[in-house]
């Protein structure tokens, strides 16, 4: 998708995928920092290591606690941070500028992916991980009418909502299954990606058939065990896909200033997930 991306702003770059683990993480990014790379994505674990590890947090990075894209920047002798693409020699000061583009792909996805415009709405969220606590805070920003979070571990999804009731005092936050209907069912667990795994909602606690829309954040494989089961139900359903697609696009617009070309990186991204 990326490379789909570059190629159609005729950029002399590569993206590639590097594995690194956890304890590595802030060697590597000194040394893409060092080797004069333009940028990183990065995913789990290391978007909320990296929020203490990067020079600097945009505003995004800052207000959703989490770095999922990093931009390099140089300064010459005493002037201002210019992205790293500006430069045609390694400047005399670097730095990792860190962002977050996760959280506004999420509305976007949702509301191109299942028509769901989410003012008013209401939402039962599965997980409280890094990826659930994004999404819950950007879903209370838009002003959906109730949220509800499960997880594993109930004083996680109580730390999110206690920090939903700190930064929108007037959201209703619950940390139970809903006993109502719900407009929409988001799975940011990682529960879909085996293909033995359970479902991630209980369903003698919750049927998918008191929801409108079901939205799972794993987008391979393209269609898990949650939305099958939401399918079966009567549910719109969607992958994660979107979300990938829109993140990646703004993370290529933070690169190179320039639009995306997001057409060309959506086929890319669609023939590798759904091959064609």
Same mark, same amino acid.
């Given at each position: 998708?990326?490379?789909? /991306?570059?190629?159609?702003?005729?950029?002399?770059?590569?993206?590639?995928?590097? #594995?690194? !683990?956890?304890?590595?993480?802030?060697?590597?990014?000194? /040394?893409?920092?060092?080797?004069?790379?333009?940028?990183?994505?990065?995913?789990?674990?290391?978007?909320? *290591?990296?929020?203490?590890?990067?020079?600097?947090?945009?505003?995004?990075?800052?207000?959703?606690?989490?770095?999922?894209?990093? +931009?390099?920047? $140089? +300064?010459?002798?005493? $002037?201002?941070?210019?992205?790293?693409? #500006?430069?045609?020699?390694?400047?005399?000061?670097?730095?990792?500028?860190?962002?977050?583009?996760?959280?506004?792909?999420?509305?976007?996805?949702? +509301? @191109?992916?299942?028509?769901? #415009?989410?003012?008013?709405? &209401?939402?039962?969220?599965?997980?409280?991980?890094?990826?659930?606590?994004?999404?819950?805070?950007?879903?209370?920003?838009?002003?959906?009418? #109730?949220?509800?979070?499960?997880?594993?571990?109930?004083? &996680?999804?109580?730390?999110?909502?206690?920090?939903?009731?700190?930064?929108?005092? !007037?959201? &209703?936050?619950?940390?139970? =299954?809903?006993?109502?209907?719900?407009? *929409?069912?988001?799975?940011?667990?990682?529960?879909?990606? /085996?293909?033995?795994?359970? *479902?991630?909602?209980?369903?003698?606690?919750?049927? *998918?058939?008191?929801?409108? %829309?079901?939205?799972?954040?794993?987008?391979?494989?393209?269609?898990?065990?949650?939305?099958?089961? %939401? &399918?079966?139900?009567?549910?719109?359903? !969607?992958?994660?896909?979107?979300?990938?697609?829109?993140?990646?696009? +703004?993370?290529?617009?933070?690169?190179?200033?320039?639009? !995306?070309?997001? @057409?060309?990186?959506?086929?890319?991204?669609?023939?590798?997930? =759904? $091959?064609?």
């Amino acid at each position: 998708m990326q490379n789909a /991306g570059i190629a159609g702003l005729a950029l002399n770059w590569r993206y590639l995928a590097c #594995e690194v !683990a956890p304890e590595d993480l802030r060697a590597a990014l000194e /040394g893409a920092k060092a080797m004069n790379f333009i940028g990183l994505n990065l995913t789990v674990p290391h978007k909320l *290591l990296a929020v203490a590890l990067v020079d600097a947090l945009d505003d995004s990075a800052r207000e959703w606690g989490a770095v999922n894209t990093v +931009r390099f920047e $140089g +300064r010459e002798q005493g $002037g201002t941070w210019r992205p790293m693409r #500006e430069f045609a020699e390694r400047p005399p000061e670097a730095r990792s500028h860190g962002f977050n583009t996760d959280a506004d792909a999420i509305v976007r996805s949702l +509301r @191109e992916d299942l028509s769901l #415009e989410l003012p008013g709405t &209401k939402v039962l969220i599965l997980g409280a991980g890094g990826a659930g606590r994004t999404a819950a805070l950007r879903l209370a920003r838009e002003g959906v009418s #109730e949220l509800f979070l499960v997880n594993r571990t109930a004083a &996680k999804a109580a730390e999110v909502a206690g920090e939903i009731r700190r930064r929108n005092p !007037a959201a &209703k936050v619950s940390t139970a =299954y809903p006993q109502c209907t719900v407009d *929409l069912v988001l799975n940011a667990t990682s529960l879909g990606l /085996g293909t033995g795994d359970a *479902l991630p909602v209980d369903e003698r606690q919750f049927s *998918l058939g008191r929801a409108g %829309a079901v939205y799972d954040m794993i987008y391979r494989p393209a269609e898990t065990a949650l939305l099958k089961a %939401a &399918k079966a139900a009567g549910c719109r359903a !969607a992958n994660g896909a979107g979300m990938l697609l829109h993140q990646g696009a +703004r993370a290529l617009e933070l690169w190179s200033g320039r639009t !995306a070309p997001i @057409e060309a990186m959506r086929r890319a991204l669609h023939e590798s997930i =759904y $091959g064609i």
